[in-house]
Every structure is written in C-alpha cells, then in structure tokens.
C-alpha cells in the first residue's frame, strides 16, 4: 500500500494482482471501502477467513505500479448438479484511491484473468439494490441482473466472458 498520495496515470499504470497469504494478510487488511460503502461488501479480514473455510476462493491484491490499491476474491463454485459456477465475489478499491478510474482499468484486467484460469464462458457476481454505483460499474463491463438473488439477498448478475 505504501503511498497514499499515489496519483496514477490510469492510462499508462502497470496492473497486477498479488495472491493474498499469510506472509502478507496483514497489509491486506489495511485496505478498505469508504465508511458510506461499509456493509457493502465484506473486509478483507472476512474474505481471508472465508477463503481459509473454503480453499476454492482466491483472494487477490490489486496493485498498480506496485502501491495496493484494491481487494478481489473470485473462484468456481461447485453447482449440486455438477460443474462449477464461477464467480467475482469480491471487488473493492480501496477509499483512499477512488475516483481515479481504477475500477475500470482493473476489472476488466480481473475478467481476463479470471477468464484464462477457469476456462469459463460465463462469471457471475451479486450486489445490493442500494449498490448503485458497482451495478453501473458492472453493468458497463457486460454484466447484466439475471433475476436471481444469492444466499445473502444480493441481486445475481452474469457477464459472458467467452471473447475476452
């Protein structure tokens, strides 16, 4: 994380994604969404311990031109009937660095990312209703409501990832 002060170039950043461990959690955690947006998405602390509960998960630092900027955490979860959904769970950057237009150099990046590991044709996500500013967000990156909800409430929306 180390500068609050970082201003990118969001056209020229170099974009990368940490895998979270347990030699470097606790600088993770120090990221975090502005107080206004808490409750909207869980702490980086909430999604270690989820993903130590549920290895499938894969928690991710995103850093750009090596300051920390943001959290996701996405994986494949197993469908009862089988095969595997696989989901964006987690999308964050973190308070002290947004409104420069990160969002929309990393999600895409994350998409891709997510898209050569899994070999998926379709990612899913959720977000609350009162999440208006991620759905807009999402909605711009090819994600659409699909009128589900997941097991939280959160309105269920897919994105088709196969030309990425």
Known sequence: MKNPDFKPDIENIEIGFMPVTKENIAEAERLAVAP?????????????????????????????????????????????????????????????????????????ALMRRIRREYGCDTLYLSVYESNRVAARLYAEFGFAFNGRLDINGEKVMEASVQGL
């Open 36 to 108: 206004a947006q808490a409750g909207m998405v869980e702490t980086v602390a909430e999604c270690w311990a989820e993903a130590l509960e549920f290895p499938l998960w894969r928690p991710v630092v995103l850093a750009a031109d090596g300051v920390w900027v943001g959290f996701a955490m996405y994986g494949a979860w197993p469908r009862e009937s089988g095969g595997a959904d696989v989901w964006l769970d987690r999308f964050f950057i973190d308070a002290r660095y947004q409104g420069r237009g990160l969002s929309k150099r990393f999600l895409p």
